[in-house]
């Protein structure tokens, strides 16, 4: 149901679900979460306002996404990183 290839799947460590970025609309990238059969996708969150996202990663606890990216000025990216909450489902 994608337009394009997951970004960063990872399992949940009780196997059960599988975190993953998508470009879904336009350019825009969103977070998923999809139960380990590809069934019951629903949508976290979407991404930051950045001009490049490099890498997306999980933490232990699986209740946390780390997002790294930048926006770039001048022809210089700035590196910036995000917190998105799983459960809440906010970005800070």
Do not use: H
Request: charged residues 20%; hydrophobic residues 35%.
């Amino acid at each position: 149901p994608f337009p394009r290839s997951p970004i960063s799947p990872q399992w949940t460590d009780d196997g059960n679900q599988i975190v993953f970025m998508n470009e879904f609309i336009g350019m825009e990238l969103f977070f998923f979460i999809m139960s380990a059969d590809g069934s019951e996708t629903k949508t976290l969150a979407s991404s930051p306002d950045l001009d490049r996202i490099f890498s997306f990663d999980l933490s232990g606890d699986m209740r946390y996404g780390v997002i790294s990216g930048c926006n770039e000025t001048d022809n210089f990216c700035y590196p910036e990183l995000y917190i998105l909450d799983l459960e809440t489902q906010l970005l800070s």
